[in-house]
């Protein structure tokens, strides 16, 4: 905006709260990942700019956000003890410090804490930022690098956090967890789980319906046996007619 004074001041923000994966920097327009975890493929920004003039004016464009899935072997953990609430509000700082340090380009994957955590937002005074480095040439920074210019650069990167967080601050390097299970993968055991279900019931239908034809079939030839016994009205043995009978 080639404007001057208020009218030259451009504030950005995120079209219909697109902040789920992304948040946007109100004063350099610049965009950040919140979450992309488990998530790729590409992402459809808008993004308006209005400046600060009595008539405010305003301007949009669609920003196309590609999400590339990266190597886990890759993936290093940065462990903070600070809220995972106070550090998601800090992330874009927290990415410039990690940057400024390790000399590379950062980018912060995801933010959490525990499960338990997680879900409450504060109770944790741990936090957990999973973060991938790539060099000037767009390639991937072997973890190992990463972990090792960590450690060299620990001291002057927990003094720098300390500014933005404005109390002590540790930066420990942390084992990268298992990836949580996929709702698709979840689903499959579900559905396993349903399907072992439903044919050890149908097993269990089978036996007992065998069974109860057996036992009823061995009921009819007790009876029958027990018929052989039987006496007519005149007291005579109908096994012994039925037998005299079939001997003629």
Same mark, same amino acid.
């Given at each position: 905006? #080639?404007?001057?004074?208020?009218?030259?001041?451009?504030?950005?923000?995120?079209?219909?709260?697109?902040? +789920? /994966?992304?948040?946007?920097?109100?004063?350099?327009?610049?965009?950040?990942?919140?979450?992309?975890?488990?998530?790729?493929?590409?992402?459809?920004?808008?993004?308006?700019?209005?400046?600060?003039?009595?008539?405010?004016?305003?301007?949009?464009?669609?920003? +196309?956000?590609?999400?590339?899935?990266?190597?886990?072997?890759?993936?290093?953990?940065?462990?903070?003890?600070?809220?995972? $609430?106070?550090?998601?509000? $800090?992330?874009?700082?927290?990415?410039?410090?990690? /940057?400024?340090?390790?000399?590379? +380009?950062?980018?912060?994957?995801?933010?959490?804490? $525990? /499960?338990?955590?997680?879900?409450?937002?504060?109770?944790?005074?741990?936090?957990?930022?999973?973060?991938?480095?790539?060099?000037?040439?767009?390639?991937?920074? #072997?973890?190992?690098?990463?972990?090792?210019?960590?450690? @060299?650069?620990?001291?002057?990167?927990?003094? /720098?956090?300390?500014?933005?967080?404005?109390?002590?601050?540790?930066?420990?390097?942390?084992?990268? #967890?298992?990836?949580?299970?996929?709702?698709?993968? !979840?689903?499959?055991?579900?559905?396993? !789980?349903?399907?072992?279900?439903?044919? !050890?019931?149908?097993?269990?239908?089978?036996?007992?319906?065998?069974?109860?034809?057996?036992?009823?079939?061995?009921?009819?030839?007790? @009876?029958?046996?027990? $018929?052989?016994?039987?006496?007519?009205? +005149?007291?005579?043995?109908?096994?012994?007619?039925?037998?005299?009978?079939?001997?003629?």
């Amino acid at each position: 905006d #080639p404007d001057s004074g208020d009218n030259g001041l451009l504030l950005y923000s995120l079209v219909n709260h697109q902040t +789920n /994966e992304f948040d946007i920097d109100e004063n350099t327009g610049q965009i950040f990942t919140v979450s992309v975890a488990g998530k790729a493929g590409t992402f459809y920004l808008e993004v308006e700019a209005a400046d600060q003039g009595t008539r405010r004016l305003t301007a949009q464009a669609t920003v +196309n956000v590609t999400v590339d899935s990266s190597s886990s072997n890759n993936i290093v953990v940065v462990a903070l003890n600070q809220k995972i $609430n106070v550090v998601e509000r $800090n992330t874009v700082e927290v990415k410039r410090v990690l /940057e400024d340090k390790l000399a590379w +380009n950062v980018y912060i994957i995801d933010v959490y804490s $525990n /499960e338990f955590a997680r879900k409450a937002r504060s109770s944790s005074d741990e936090t957990y930022v999973k973060i991938i480095a790539f060099d000037d040439a767009n390639q991937e920074v #072997p973890a190992e690098d990463v972990k090792r210019k960590l450690r @060299e650069q620990k001291s002057n990167i927990e003094i /720098e956090l300390e500014k933005i967080f404005s109390t002590s601050v540790t930066a420990a390097i942390e084992e990268a #967890p298992a990836d949580s299970a996929t709702p698709e993968l !979840v689903a499959t055991i579900v559905l396993g !789980v349903l399907l072992a279900c439903t044919l !050890v019931a149908f097993l269990v239908y089978v036996i007992f319906t065998i069974k109860r034809k057996r036992y009823k079939k061995r009921a009819e030839i007790m @009876e029958g046996i027990d $018929n052989l016994y039987a006496t007519d009205k +005149n007291g005579s043995l109908k096994s012994l007619e039925k037998l005299e009978h079939t001997n003629n």
